[in-house]
Structure formats: C-alpha cells, structure tokens
T-cell receptor, first 113, second 112 residues
Framework: GDSVTQMEGPVTLSEEAFLTINCTYTATGYPSLFWYVQYPGEGLQLLLK?????DKGSNKGFEATYRKETTSFHLEKGSVQVSDSAVYFCALSDFSGYSTLTFGKGTMLLVSP | EPEVTQTPSHQVTQMGQEVILRCVPI?????FYWYRQILGQKVEFLVSFYNNEISEKSEIFDDQFSVERPDGSNFTLKIRSTKLEDSAMYFCASSEDTSRQYFGPGTRLTVL
C-alpha cells in the first residue's frame, strides 16, 4: 500500500539557517503530494502541495519539488525563523475514492534565535 | 478563514468506557474525515463520510468505532468500549471537494 517516510526529528536550527526535511513515498499510480504544518495547539494546516511530477509547491518561503524519479518531495526553506518552529508532516493522496491522506510520522522543527 | 473545531481538547477515560469526540466541520463542506495519531507514530486514516454515510474506512475502524452527523453541523466519532491502545490524538477534517482537507486542532484521548 501507499506509504510516506520522512526524516526523524527533532531538527534543531538557528535562525536564518537553511532547512531541508526529507520525504520519500511509495505509491501506485501518480499521487498528489502535500506538506502540512502543525503549530503548537493548532490543527494541521496545508503548507504546500504538488499534483504532478516536476511541480514545485511553494508557500511562505517553503518549497518542495515533486521528484518522480527519486519518489521524493523534500521540504526546503532558505532562511528559517523562530516562528517556523512546528511539526511538519509529509503526505500523499492518490485521489482514489474519497482522497484519504497517507501521512508520514512528522518532523519537529525547533528554531532558536 | 473558517476553521474546523473539535471538543474536548483533552479527554481522559477509563478502559471500557464509551467516549464521543466531537467536531464541527466548516459549514459548506461535504466530506468529513477522522484520523488519529498514536504518540510517536504516523497520522493514520480512520474513516471518511459523505452524503450521510461512511464512504471509506481503514482496518483500524472496527465495530468499536462509529461516526455520525447528528444535526447537520456536528460530526462525531464514538468509541464504544475504549482500550488502552486507543490513546491517541484524534483529528477531524472536512473538505468542500476532494482536493484539500481542512483539519481541526485535535482531541487528545487518554485511556487509563
């Protein structure tokens, strides 16, 4: 079945550092890929998405490119801020049926001033 | 922006008791979902609900679980007889179509 693997956390960075959170997936067909973010005490919020190979999703300075050849969707940001501290979830949907999401375990990001 | 809300934020119960987790989806949404995350593990799909019936469910969603949309605004998840292994964060989500799901903040269920 479908699965998502993302790097273990926590990832600890200083403000303005470069961020990469790795995500790889296994799926039949051509899924859509997502990054969700969860700030403390809040729900999962969609950060960005890509629906086909080579698409780049971007939002709030974060980017991820759908790489079919490496089955990856790594999240990057050039300069993190303290306010980016949160848990980041990689997910996929194959849009069969009612588009249930398959998530990774989540990666906690801690950014210090 | 409209939000999905969930109550309570934290529920503590004794093993064998029934619990009902409540969600208020975004008002014009038609598709509703429950997911859960056991501490340290992945967020897992439980069930989806559309047109007043279950549309998909996972292997986790056995006879101990049920969902209901009792009044056109709430969407509830009932666990009939809780087990220790039901302790998890439960997330409700809703969507207008199947392209994007909006999640609530979650209910942390602790079974003692």
């Amino acid at each position: 079945g479908d699965s998502v693997t993302q790097m273990e956390g926590p990832v600890t960075l200083s403000e303005e550092a470069f961020l990469t959170i790795n995500c790889t997936y296994t799926a039949t067909g051509y899924p859509s890929l997502f990054w969700y973010v969860q700030y403390p005490g809040e729900g999962l919020q969609l950060l960005l998405k890509a629906t086909k190979a080579d698409d780049k999703g971007s939002n709030k300075g974060f980017e991820a490119t759908y790489r079919k050849e490496t089955t990856s969707f790594h999240l990057e940001k050039g300069s993190v801020q303290v306010s980016d501290s949160a848990v980041y979830f990689c997910a996929l949907s194959d849009f069969s049926g009612y588009s249930t999401l398959t998530f990774g375990k989540g990666t906690m990001l801690l950014v210090s001033p | 922006e409209p939000e999905v809300t969930q109550t309570p934020s934290h529920q503590v119960t004794q093993m064998g008791q029934e619990v009902i987790l409540r969600c208020v989806p975004i008002s014009n949404h038609l598709y509703f979902y429950w997911y859960r995350q056991i501490l340290g593990q992945k967020v897992e799909f439980l069930v989806s609900f559309y047109n007043n019936e279950i549309s998909e469910k996972s292997e986790i969603f056995d006879d101990q679980f049920s969902v209901e949309r009792p009044d056109g605004s709430n969407f509830t998840l009932k666990i009939r007889s809780t087990k220790l292994e039901d302790s998890a964060m439960y997330f409700c989500a809703s969507s207008e179509d199947t392209s994007r799901q909006y999640f609530g903040p979650g209910t942390r269920l602790t079974v003692l």
